[in-house]
């Protein structure tokens, strides 16, 4: 059971994907994509989390069809925790790498 929860994390990127995306909020701070640049201005803070959403919205739907084949494939395996743990970083890391691109687009972008 402990594998199926290898989806949960692409599904939230995919449902916050969808949010910053379809629904952007005004710019606050506490939800959404917050970085010193993005809380500057409402132009950049809109810009931001749309881009982010999409970003999101395309990797947790790329992380989902992985994880949902590793568990397909790896589902008897003895090793389920290490596979559930390596899952779990690669994602964590595919999550976080984006910001770090997207920082560096923003600042060319609006500076």
């Not at 939800?31 to 959403?53: C, E, H, P, Q, S």
């Not at 559930?84 to 920082?103: A, D, T």
Request: net charge positive.
């Amino acid at each position: 059971m402990i594998i199926y929860s290898i989806l949960l994390l692409p599904i939230v990127m995919i449902l916050c994907g969808i949010l910053m995306y379809k629904c952007p909020m005004k710019r606050n701070h506490m939800v959404g994509y917050r970085t010193l640049i993005t809380l500057k201005n409402d132009k950049i803070w809109k810009y931001a989390n749309k881009l982010m959403g999409k970003i999101w919205l395309i990797i947790g739907l790329l992380l989902l069809l992985i994880s949902a084949s590793i568990i397909l494939l790896f589902n008897s395996s003895r090793n389920i925790i290490l596979i559930f743990s390596v899952c779990i970083g690669i994602e964590i890391i595919i999550m976080i790498i984006p910001i770090i691109f997207v920082e560096i687009y923003l600042n060319r972008k609006f500076k």
